[in-house]
């Protein structure tokens, strides 16, 4: 193998800027055998490694002080390879069907029990990916939105749609393929998963095959600590349309519907985005559905395009200065704009293909960062409760320190999951996003703030956004039931301590290494 060339301390920063390092080197691998060569080179040198994807985390998820890997290099699709599969696995080619999806739309597809299967590798953006299955006449059943992102970004840090019958994107992930510590290839996947181990044993002696639900649901949502993501199988499903409906409301009509669930049952996907200040006494809302119909439908759907004004306004470079301008020269206007942006995306509607109406478009273009909690969505209404504790934070920040929220804050909906640190493991949840324009005067202080409430709720943070938490307080092991059996698994794949972080180290994840070198010298001392 050719040796890799690579960067010295080529400083690297996030795509807004609040996230950034000086990593010793900087490496663009090509193939697997690199990505085991670097991770063998970074243990006989003492230092650690990190991939990142697009820089699309505004948390310190992404940073690394050894070896930092770009995924360029790393993003192709890949054969299905049926030699090592189970007979039929893969072959449903006319789509397993909306999975998950719930009525309200014309044309749903049905369900069977063969899946189509597509294997990519961990570096290839979504966008790419959605234009290679649209190749194939193939979809994903959900994404986030936004198509910027690495698939080993958006499986790492659990990202999700919005949709109660949906799960994360790691939910749709059937087989991985990574190289842990010591430069260990494994293939992970649910106990009785899609390959044949026998037939894997004889073909790819050299890799080896956990089948295990605990490793599988740890590997799915591993934030970076378990190896480098080289290959990940997706199921996916046939190519469909979507109709998307925006329509401005308040929280007085909003909230009997998320407390009876109607709204989350009768739509296949639905999110509400709203303004936490009030006027004439109601908060405004905006309400988006997205429900699947026929491809006849699409043709002669004359909507084929969102709000022209709002996308372009968005895309124009002086719009994000100016609203910055505005809210910090005059905070007390941030209410007001934050009503004309609902009502500036309210449209009648918008039919295209799944992936272009699943993108949400003008928002991506605006600068910004944000920080996401995820709340239980049960009979208590926990989840409306949490909206109420954000009007009372809001308030206080603005009536105290005049700080104010700059951007509409969104909700989305997620089925639960089993993946073992996924915001919404083990449960149904609301993952509630709170937006903040990039120079917004006390921003962080506010969002830190917001999560201290929604943690009193049962609130998780998103891994890939802003978050003040740590692992000096057990919130970590109180959160996600789980932890314990995720920890397993680090241990079995992160022996080294190859794939530790500043992020790992903040969180907890690496405090028992560092745990027993302090009990080492302890016992040092007492001697």
Not at 296 to 314: G, K, M, Q, T, V
Not at 358 to 375: F, H
Not at 376 to 381: A, K, L, M, N, T
Request: proline share 5%; hydrophobic share 40%; with cysteine.
């Amino acid at each position: 193998m050719a040796r890799l060339t690579f960067s010295l301390r080529r400083k690297w920063r996030n795509h807004t800027g609040n996230q950034g390092v000086d990593p010793l080197r900087v490496l663009e691998p090509s193939t697997l055998e690199q990505l085991v060569e670097i991770v063998r080179e970074a243990e006989r040198a003492g230092c650690t490694v990190r991939a990142v994807g697009s820089g699309h985390s505004w948390s310190d998820v992404a940073l690394t002080r050894g070896f930092l890997l770009l995924p360029t290099g790393l993003a192709r699709p890949l054969e299905l390879e049926p030699e090592i599969l189970h007979p039929g696995v893969g072959s449903g080619s006319d789509g397993g069907g909306s999975r998950g999806g719930v009525g309200g739309g014309e044309g749903n597809a049905r369900s069977d029990d063969a899946e189509p299967l597509v294997r990519v590798q961990g570096g290839m953006r979504i966008r790419e990916l959605n234009a290679y299955l649209d190749s194939l006449g193939l979809a994903l059943p959900n994404m986030g939105g936004y198509d910027g992102q690495t698939v080993a970004g958006v499986l790492a840090t659990a990202t999700h749609g919005s949709g109660i019958g949906f799960g994360p994107i790691a939910d749709d992930v059937r087989s991985l393929e990574l190289v842990a510590a010591g430069g260990e290839r494994c293939r992970i996947e649910p106990a009785g998963g899609v390959t044949d181990p026998a037939a894997f044993a004889a073909l790819r002696p050299e890799w080896i095959l956990l089948q295990d639900d605990q490793a599988f649901d740890a590997a799915r949502v591993a934030m970076g600590c378990l190896g480098v993501l080289y290959a990940v199988t997706l199921a996916v499903q046939r190519k469909f349309y979507l109709r998307e409906v925006r329509t401005l409301s308040t929280w007085g009509e909003v909230r009997p519907q998320l407390l009876d669930g109607g709204l989350l049952r009768e739509n296949r996907h639905c999110e509400v985005y709203f303004n936490p200040y009030p006027r004439d006494g109601e908060h405004r809302c905006l309400i988006t559905t997205r429900n699947e119909v026929t491809r006849e439908r699409y043709e002669r759907d004359p909507h084929r395009a969102r709000h022209f004004l709002a996308e372009l306004l968005s895309k124009l470079p002086f719009t994000p200065w100016a609203i910055n301008l505005l809210t910090g020269v005059w905070p007390r206007i941030s209410p007001y704009l934050i009503d004309r942006a609902l009502q500036a995306l309210a449209d009648t509607d918008y039919t295209n293909v799944s992936y272009r109406v699943l993108n949400i478009g003008a928002a991506n273009y605006l600068p910004a960062y944000s920080a996401e909690i995820g709340v239980p969505v049960d009979e208590r209404g926990l989840h409306v409760q949490a909206v109420e504790r954000i009007f009372e934070v809001a308030d206080r920040h603005r009536r105290l320190g005049n700080a104010y929220q700059s951007s509409p804050i969104s909700l989305r909906f997620v089925r639960a999951s089993t993946a073992s640190m996924a915001m919404m493991q083990g449960r149904d949840t609301m993952m509630i996003e709170l937006i903040m324009l990039t120079h917004t005067e006390g921003g962080f202080e506010l969002l830190a703030d917001y999560e201290d409430a929604l943690y009193a709720l049962g609130g998780r943070p998103h891994w890939g956004q802003y978050n003040t938490l740590t692992g000096s307080d057990g919130l970590l092991e109180a959160m996600y039931p789980r932890y314990r059996e995720w920890l397993a698994v680090h241990a079995r794949l992160n022996g080294s301590g190859v794939f530790d972080s500043p992020f790992s180290k903040r969180v907890g994840i690496s405090r028992a290494r560092f745990a027993e070198g302090a009990q080492v010298a302890s016992e040092a001392a007492d001697g």
